[in-house]
DNA sequence: TTATAATATTGATCCTGATCAAAAAATCAT
DNA sequence: ATGATTTTTTGATCAGGATCAATATTATAA
């Protein structure tokens, strides 16, 4: 159950047994139902998830009413409405669980109040802010820099899961083009 | 020369003056010309840097041989290439005086040493950590939201500064305009 | 399995903002 | 101050991807 949790958090930061404990001790289990939202807009309820198994995606709704995905997340990685989480306001996303998943939870404010009791936390929390920024800076600099026909052939090139794993609906609507367009893309006309 | 740097980490973080003056230590001052670089793609020396006065402009050059600008820094902010910061690779885009500019800097290993010996660093990092991304997460949500003539009436409500103080073809530059299409749209038509 | 709904494909048309081009205005350097 | 360069404006045309619409396919549930 928390196998994974452990391996994911002892790759990147030293911690002793007892921290980890202390760590570990706060993360609770929870089942989703595939396509069953784990947060909801305008919730207080602020989580960090981390995916066990299944996929996670976190999307918001644009002001025509359509829905906008922020990311996917897989197994092994951490996903919450990181907006809200850092400024503990109410959650402006929803996370939908994609997949049927197997998921772990910790409350903003116990990991928060880790952060001032251990602090090999804070430097996991450091490399989490850190890998965030460059994902989010790399996903903005393909907005600017590339077209719909070429955003899609990169995220074949480098995460050929989402393609795999996913409906046309939910790719298109990550890369923020129409299922139409995509449809002809794929079929490379 | 120091003062708006004292005022903008105390104001956000708590540390004895022993600490401040170690952290103010490894500051250096640099004056750049209108137009100077202060940093360019490929350089090997990554810092950070504080705007007492004038303008940063962080951008990078697009496959197409054209530019295309990440942010401004104006007064009281610190600005670096942080994903190469982050990762401590070359770096990957030109950092620009906009204007005659008084900066104060402090080189990456510095900054991080700092981090291990001064716990108050650390936090002081997490909150410009957390900061950047928000910054960042509302911008790439600007552009897949928001039209052309909407991301300008927006950037003139929430920062009418850059308008003001930027010239048209910077500024369309980082709505990710042409200057042709900003100056429609500025003149209402 | 069958009925129903959701997703994917294909075609026709439209619209926004890019591109190309030229003139006007502003800025800069000597 | 004056000439040179850069920036801004205005006009005409073009193209990529959205939209609308209809059909085909796939997934879901009873």
């Known amino acids: 159950m928390y196998q994974q949790l452990i391996k994911f958090i002892t790759d990147r930061v030293q911690l002793n047994e007892a ?12 089942d989703a139902k595939k396509n069953e939202l784990v947060g909801r807009t305008g919730d207080l ?20 009413g ?4 922020r990311r996917f997340a897989f197994e092994n990685t951490f996903s919450t409405s990181l ?4 400024g503990g306001t109410l959650l402006k996303e929803d996370t939908q ?3 049927q998943s197997e998921l772990l939870y910790i409350s903003r404010e116990d990991f928060y109040a880790l952060l001032n009791t251990i602090p090999a936390w804070e430097k996991f929390y450091r490399g989490f802010l850190e890998h965030a920024y460059i994902i989010n800076t790399t996903r903005l600099e393909d907005f600017i820099t ?3 026909r070429e955003r899609y052939q990169l995220l074949l090139e480098e995460n050929p899961e989402m393609v795999l794993r996913l409906s046309n609906k ?13 449809s002809r893309i794929k079929s490379g006309s």
């Open 19 to 30: 921290d980890l404990q202390q760590v570990l001790s706060h993360f609770k289990p929870l």
């Open 45 to 64: 309820s602020r989580r960090m998830f981390f995916v066990n198994k299944g996929c996670l995606r976190v999307y918001f709704i644009k002001p025509d």
């Open 66 to 69: 359509r829905e906008a995905t």
């Open 83 to 86: 907006a809200s989480f850092i």
């Open 97 to 99: 669980a994609v997949e």
């Open 146 to 148: 590339l077209n719909p």
């Open 170 to 182: 939910l790719v298109a609507n990550y890369l923020n083009i129409t299922q139409e367009a995509l």
